[in-house]
Protein backbone atom coordinates (compact mmCIF):
# COMPACT_ATOMS: atom_id res chain seq x y z
CA UNK A 1 0.00 0.00 0.00
CA UNK A 2 1.03 3.54 -0.86
CA UNK A 3 -0.34 6.51 1.45
CA UNK A 4 0.30 9.84 -0.11
CA UNK A 5 -1.57 13.62 1.68
CA UNK A 6 -3.30 15.20 -0.66
CA UNK A 7 -4.95 17.48 2.78
CA UNK A 8 -4.31 17.79 6.47
CA UNK A 9 -5.47 21.10 7.79
CA UNK A 10 -8.64 21.01 9.64
CA UNK A 11 -11.77 23.21 9.58
CA UNK A 12 -11.07 25.44 6.78
CA UNK A 13 -7.83 25.90 4.16
CA UNK A 14 -5.60 27.64 4.99
CA UNK A 15 -3.42 28.50 2.21
CA UNK A 16 0.00 31.21 3.07
CA UNK A 17 3.52 31.60 4.00
CA UNK A 18 2.98 30.48 7.28
CA UNK A 19 1.51 26.95 5.61
CA UNK A 20 3.51 26.95 2.24
CA UNK A 21 5.61 23.95 3.54
CA UNK A 22 2.75 21.21 5.54
CA UNK A 23 0.04 22.77 3.44
CA UNK A 24 -2.94 24.67 3.41
CA UNK A 25 -5.59 22.14 2.16
CA UNK A 26 -8.28 20.41 4.05
CA UNK A 27 -8.54 16.73 4.42
CA UNK A 28 -7.62 14.15 1.79
CA UNK A 29 -5.57 11.16 1.94
CA UNK A 30 -5.16 8.90 -1.07
CA UNK A 31 -4.17 5.25 -0.53
CA UNK A 32 -3.55 2.92 -3.41
CA UNK A 33 -3.48 -0.78 -2.61
CA UNK A 34 -2.25 -2.69 -5.96
CA UNK A 35 -5.19 -1.52 -8.49
CA UNK A 36 -7.57 -0.51 -6.21
CA UNK A 37 -7.64 3.39 -5.06
CA UNK A 38 -9.25 4.15 -1.02
CA UNK A 39 -9.36 8.25 -0.26
CA UNK A 40 -9.86 9.20 3.02
CA UNK A 41 -12.35 12.34 2.75
CA UNK A 42 -13.17 14.59 0.12
CA UNK A 43 -11.67 18.45 1.51
CA UNK A 44 -9.70 20.66 -0.74
CA UNK A 45 -7.07 18.45 -1.20
CA UNK A 46 -8.81 16.13 -3.59
CA UNK A 47 -8.71 18.92 -6.07
CA UNK A 48 -4.91 17.76 -7.28
CA UNK A 49 -5.28 14.15 -6.60
CA UNK A 50 -7.85 14.58 -9.49
CA UNK A 51 -5.20 16.19 -11.89
CA UNK A 52 -2.69 13.42 -10.81
CA UNK A 53 -5.31 10.74 -11.62
CA UNK A 54 -6.24 12.40 -15.00
CA UNK A 55 -3.35 10.83 -16.60
CA UNK A 56 -3.23 7.79 -14.82
CA UNK A 57 -6.46 6.25 -16.44
CA UNK A 58 -8.22 5.16 -13.29
CA UNK A 59 -11.84 4.51 -13.48
CA UNK A 60 -12.94 3.79 -10.17
CA UNK A 61 -11.99 4.61 -6.65
CA UNK A 62 -13.77 4.40 -2.75
CA UNK A 63 -14.62 7.42 -0.54
CA UNK A 64 -14.27 6.50 2.69
CA UNK A 65 -15.83 9.89 3.86
CA UNK A 66 -15.57 10.46 8.03
CA UNK A 67 -18.48 12.78 8.15
CA UNK A 68 -19.92 15.41 6.20
CA UNK A 69 -18.79 18.40 7.83
CA UNK A 70 -17.81 20.91 5.30
CA UNK A 71 -13.90 20.72 5.20
CA UNK A 72 -13.55 17.14 4.36
CA UNK A 73 -16.65 17.28 1.08
CA UNK A 74 -16.26 20.57 -0.21
CA UNK A 75 -13.28 19.95 -2.60
CA UNK A 76 -15.69 17.10 -4.42
CA UNK A 77 -16.89 19.36 -6.58
CA UNK A 78 -13.32 20.51 -8.14
CA UNK A 79 -12.66 17.27 -8.47
CA UNK A 80 -12.81 16.22 -12.46
CA UNK A 81 -13.73 12.70 -12.36
CA UNK A 82 -16.90 13.23 -10.67
CA UNK A 83 -17.98 14.67 -13.44
CA UNK A 84 -16.84 12.16 -16.03
CA UNK A 85 -20.01 9.90 -16.29
CA UNK A 86 -17.62 6.77 -16.89
CA UNK A 87 -16.09 7.00 -13.38
CA UNK A 88 -17.02 5.01 -10.37
CA UNK A 89 -16.94 6.32 -7.01
CA UNK A 90 -18.03 3.86 -4.26
CA UNK A 91 -18.74 6.29 -0.93
CA UNK A 92 -18.97 4.49 2.36
CA UNK A 93 -20.31 6.58 5.18
CA UNK A 94 -22.00 6.19 8.28
CA UNK A 95 -24.88 8.01 7.01
CA UNK A 96 -25.89 7.45 3.55
CA UNK A 97 -28.63 10.14 3.24
CA UNK A 98 -26.62 12.46 5.05
CA UNK A 99 -23.89 12.18 3.18
CA UNK A 100 -25.57 12.36 -0.32
CA UNK A 101 -27.80 15.22 0.49
CA UNK A 102 -24.37 16.95 1.88
CA UNK A 103 -23.17 16.50 -1.45
CA UNK A 104 -25.85 17.62 -3.67
CA UNK A 105 -26.52 20.85 -1.53
CA UNK A 106 -22.72 21.57 -2.49
CA UNK A 107 -23.78 21.79 -6.17
CA UNK A 108 -27.03 23.94 -5.98
CA UNK A 109 -27.59 27.57 -6.10
CA UNK A 110 -27.17 29.80 -5.10
CA UNK A 111 -23.47 28.07 -3.60
CA UNK A 112 -22.72 26.30 -6.60
CA UNK A 113 -24.21 26.80 -10.92
CA UNK A 114 -26.90 24.33 -10.91
CA UNK A 115 -25.85 23.61 -13.81
CA UNK A 116 -22.96 21.86 -12.65
CA UNK A 117 -24.04 17.78 -12.39
CA UNK A 118 -21.90 15.65 -10.54
CA UNK A 119 -22.11 12.57 -13.93
CA UNK A 120 -19.68 10.17 -12.26
CA UNK A 121 -21.93 7.11 -10.75
CA UNK A 122 -22.10 7.43 -6.91
CA UNK A 123 -22.58 4.37 -5.11
CA UNK A 124 -23.26 4.76 -1.26
CA UNK A 125 -22.97 2.12 1.10
CA UNK A 126 -23.34 2.27 5.01
CA UNK A 127 -20.72 1.54 7.61
CA UNK A 128 -21.57 1.22 11.25
CA UNK A 129 -19.51 1.63 13.92
CA UNK A 130 -17.61 -2.08 14.45
CA UNK A 131 -19.06 -2.95 10.59
CA UNK A 132 -16.37 -3.95 7.86
CA UNK A 133 -16.58 -4.35 4.00
CA UNK A 134 -14.43 -6.10 1.57
CA UNK A 135 -13.15 -4.25 -1.20
CA UNK A 136 -10.66 -6.54 -3.74
CA UNK A 137 -8.32 -7.51 -0.96
CA UNK A 138 -8.80 -4.93 1.39
CA UNK A 139 -10.67 -5.19 4.50
CA UNK A 140 -12.30 -2.10 5.53
CA UNK A 141 -13.50 -1.23 9.11
CA UNK A 142 -15.50 1.39 10.96
CA UNK A 143 -15.20 2.62 13.92
CA UNK A 144 -17.58 5.34 15.63
CA UNK A 145 -15.30 8.20 17.42
CA UNK A 146 -16.56 11.37 19.69
CA UNK A 147 -17.14 14.40 17.30
CA UNK A 148 -20.38 16.81 17.22
CA UNK A 149 -22.79 15.07 14.95
CA UNK A 150 -20.16 11.62 15.18
CA UNK A 151 -17.64 10.58 12.98
CA UNK A 152 -15.96 7.34 11.57
CA UNK A 153 -12.43 6.29 11.78
CA UNK A 154 -11.31 3.83 9.14
CA UNK A 155 -9.04 0.61 9.61
CA UNK A 156 -7.93 -0.22 6.20
CA UNK A 157 -6.16 -3.69 6.36
CA UNK A 158 -4.48 -5.20 2.64
CA UNK A 159 -2.49 -8.05 3.53
CA UNK A 160 0.05 -7.41 6.37
CA UNK A 161 -0.72 -3.94 6.23
CA UNK A 162 -3.15 -1.41 8.28
CA UNK A 163 -3.73 2.17 8.40
CA UNK A 164 -5.77 3.54 10.25
CA UNK A 165 -7.73 6.95 9.08
CA UNK A 166 -9.07 8.87 12.69
CA UNK A 167 -9.61 12.45 12.26
CA UNK A 168 -12.03 15.03 13.73
CA UNK A 169 -12.37 12.93 17.15
CA UNK A 170 -12.43 14.25 20.62
CA UNK A 171 -10.53 12.15 23.23
CA UNK A 172 -12.23 11.62 26.59
CA UNK A 173 -11.83 8.37 28.79
CA UNK A 174 -14.26 6.26 27.28
CA UNK A 175 -13.00 7.36 23.20
CA UNK A 176 -9.56 6.56 24.47
CA UNK A 177 -9.86 2.55 24.42
CA UNK A 178 -11.66 2.69 21.48
CA UNK A 179 -9.30 4.09 19.37
CA UNK A 180 -6.57 2.62 21.00
CA UNK A 181 -8.61 -0.43 20.12
CA UNK A 182 -8.99 0.48 16.78
CA UNK A 183 -5.56 1.00 15.92
CA UNK A 184 -3.86 -1.65 17.60
CA UNK A 185 -0.83 -2.98 15.96
CA UNK A 186 -1.36 -0.67 13.08
CA UNK A 187 1.80 0.45 10.89
CA UNK A 188 0.47 3.71 10.52
CA UNK A 189 -2.17 5.75 12.74
CA UNK A 190 -3.86 9.38 11.12
CA UNK A 191 -4.87 11.24 14.44
CA UNK A 192 -6.52 14.25 15.02
CA UNK A 193 -3.81 16.56 16.88
CA UNK A 194 -5.44 19.71 15.97
CA UNK A 195 -4.83 21.31 19.31
CA UNK A 196 -2.60 21.93 22.12
CA UNK A 197 -2.73 20.93 25.50
CA UNK A 198 -3.40 24.68 26.48
CA UNK A 199 -5.47 25.37 23.51
CA UNK A 200 -7.85 21.91 24.69
CA UNK A 201 -8.98 23.37 27.48
CA UNK A 202 -10.81 26.43 26.07
CA UNK A 203 -12.42 23.73 23.19
CA UNK A 204 -13.81 21.20 24.99
CA UNK A 205 -17.06 19.68 23.35
CA UNK A 206 -15.52 21.08 19.68
CA UNK A 207 -14.38 17.75 18.94
CA UNK A 208 -10.85 17.42 18.30
CA UNK A 209 -7.62 15.83 20.38
CA UNK A 210 -4.36 17.15 21.18
CA UNK A 211 -0.60 15.94 20.11
CA UNK A 212 -0.04 14.54 23.74
CA UNK A 213 -3.52 12.67 23.41
CA UNK A 214 -2.59 10.98 20.04
CA UNK A 215 0.76 9.97 21.20
CA UNK A 216 -1.02 8.31 24.07
CA UNK A 217 -2.92 6.45 21.86
CA UNK A 218 -0.39 5.46 19.70
CA UNK A 219 1.68 4.27 22.76
CA UNK A 220 -1.00 1.68 24.02
CA UNK A 221 -1.73 0.69 20.48
CA UNK A 222 1.78 -0.25 19.53
CA UNK A 223 1.56 1.56 16.33
CA UNK A 224 4.22 1.79 13.97
CA UNK A 225 4.26 5.44 13.43
CA UNK A 226 1.94 8.14 13.98
CA UNK A 227 0.99 11.24 11.83
CA UNK A 228 -0.21 14.10 13.33
CA UNK A 229 -3.41 15.10 11.17
CA UNK A 230 -5.73 17.89 10.47
CA UNK A 231 -3.93 21.03 11.60
CA UNK A 232 -5.27 24.05 13.11
CA UNK A 233 -5.72 26.75 10.30
CA UNK A 234 -3.82 28.84 12.43
CA UNK A 235 -0.87 26.87 12.99
CA UNK A 236 2.26 27.49 11.09
CA UNK A 237 4.26 25.60 10.13
CA UNK A 238 7.12 26.89 12.51
CA UNK A 239 4.86 25.52 15.54
CA UNK A 240 4.10 22.89 13.98
CA UNK A 241 7.36 21.70 13.96
CA UNK A 242 7.33 22.72 17.72
CA UNK A 243 4.81 20.35 18.23
CA UNK A 244 5.94 17.43 16.35
CA UNK A 245 8.99 17.88 18.67
CA UNK A 246 7.53 17.81 21.40
CA UNK A 247 5.17 14.79 20.49
CA UNK A 248 8.48 12.71 20.17
CA UNK A 249 9.17 12.52 23.03
CA UNK A 250 6.27 10.57 24.07
CA UNK A 251 6.26 8.75 21.00
CA UNK A 252 9.08 8.70 18.95
CA UNK A 253 8.04 7.24 15.88
CA UNK A 254 6.01 10.61 15.13
CA UNK A 255 5.70 13.10 11.99
CA UNK A 256 3.24 15.65 11.17
CA UNK A 257 1.29 14.61 8.01
CA UNK A 258 2.72 17.23 5.04
CA UNK A 259 0.98 17.63 1.42
CA UNK A 260 2.77 15.67 -1.14
CA UNK A 261 4.29 12.98 1.84
CA UNK A 262 4.47 9.46 0.38
CA UNK A 263 4.66 6.45 2.46
CA UNK A 264 5.01 3.22 1.12
CA UNK A 265 4.06 0.60 3.17
CA UNK A 266 6.11 -2.65 3.73
CA UNK A 267 8.97 -0.52 2.53
CA UNK A 268 9.58 3.15 4.79
CA UNK A 269 7.38 1.69 7.59
CA UNK A 270 9.14 -1.34 8.29
CA UNK A 271 12.25 0.37 7.89
CA UNK A 272 11.14 2.97 10.24
CA UNK A 273 9.90 0.25 12.37
CA UNK A 274 13.32 -1.20 13.29
CA UNK A 275 14.52 2.21 13.57
CA UNK A 276 12.29 2.51 16.27
CA UNK A 277 13.01 -0.40 18.35
CA UNK A 278 16.76 0.63 18.06
CA UNK A 279 15.79 4.10 19.65
ZN1 LIG B 1 -12.66 18.50 10.04
ZN1 LIG C 1 -15.77 17.78 11.65
Known amino acids: MKLTYYGVRGSIASPGNHTAK ?20 AGTGIRKLGKDLLNQGTKHM ?15 RFFPQAYNPHFTIDVFCQHQQE ?45 RLEHPGSVLAYRITRNKHTIVYATD ?15 RGADVLICDAQYTPEEFKNRIGWGHSTYEQCATVAN ?17 DEALEAIVGSAQHLFANTNAAREGLEVHLGRDTEVRRREAVNV
Open 169 to 183: NEDSARNKERLVDVA
Open 62 to 76: VLLLSHAHADHIEGI
Open 220 to 236: NAGVGQLHLFHHDPERS
Open 22 to 41: YGGNTSCVAIQADDDLFVCD
Open 99 to 143: CSDAIKKLQEAPLFPSSAKLNAKFHYHELKDGESALVGETRITAA
